[in-house]
């Protein structure tokens, strides 16, 4: 259900670090942080647009950098709140397509992580998310995302879905339909004999269409990796962490 916090409101927020907690394993968090760190510096300051409960910003916070966040559902920043040092993180409530932090800028960092770029469902909207990430960079900072590559091979003719999880009572599989190319995520979840279905729409979008988005926003590539330990990206990776920079001498 959408309300004024999206597809984040209290039914999912409430459960959000349980439901996905493989992705904050120290496993998964760490090597993030770590070149996330790399990028700010110490004392450096950072962007997180979609913020949620705090799973990259609050480490992230601990190493030093001071981190400003956007997020739309108060919901989510509620538990962000509540965690120990949930206050050391400004957060500014709007959508980061189009938000500015508020009192902060000249990042030295911006990111999106986990795929949340395509919480953005239009082309516009991604393309102004890079543009109003690039007003607020300083000369010389740093733009990131981490984002999969749409599983298009996966889909056998005439099969529009692809499985992502299918674990006791839970079920979850994106539906794709390429001709807008847009993907719904669904996840149903049984739990005492009684099932709940959450749908939540996502754009996909390929590393150069990402690529041409940070050009015309101003931004030149930097580096692109396979993964958060800098394993080579190749024509089999199913996702990528990608970096563009903010020339030195761009008007801010």
Not at 144 to 169: I, K, N, S, T
Not at 232 to 250: A, I, L, N
């Amino acid at each position: 259900m959408v309300d004024g916090d999206g597809y984040f409101g209290e039914a999912v927020a409430g459960r959000y670090d349980e439901t996905s907690a493989e992705m904050f394993e120290a496993a998964v968090v760490e090597p993030a942080v770590d070149f996330l760190a790399g990028l700010a510096g110490v004392g450096g300051s950072a962007l997180e647009l979609g913020v949620g409960t705090g799973r990259i910003a609050l480490p992230l916070t601990r190493r030093g950098v001071e981190v400003h966040g956007i997020e739309l559902s108060r919901a989510m920043v509620a538990r962000l709140r509540a965690k120990p040092g949930g206050y050391a993180v400004g957060v500014t409530i709007g959508d980061f397509s189009t938000t500015r932090a508020n009192g902060a800028g000249g990042f030295r960092l911006a990111y999106l992580v986990y795929n949340t770029i395509m919480n953005l469902t239009s082309q516009d909207a991604q393309v102004e998310c890079f543009r109003t990430v690039a007003e607020q960079l300083a000369p010389g900072g740093c733009f990131v995302v981490e984002v999969a590559v749409p599983e298009l091979r996966r889909l056998p003719p005439g099969q529009d879905a692809v499985p992502f999880r299918v674990d006791g009572g839970r079920l979850g599989f994106d539906r794709y339909d390429v001709a807008s190319q847009s993907v719904t995520s669904h996840h149903v979840e049984v739990v005492d004999g009684h099932g709940t279905h959450l749908a939540v729409p996502f754009r996909y979008v390929w590393p150069a269409e990402l690529d041409l988005m940070a050009r015309l926003a101003g931004l030149r590539p930097r580096e692109r990796w396979d993964g958060w330990t800098r394993e080579p990206f190749t024509g089999e990776s199913r996702q990528h962490v990608s970096v563009w920079e903010k020339p030195v001498g761009r008007p801010s």
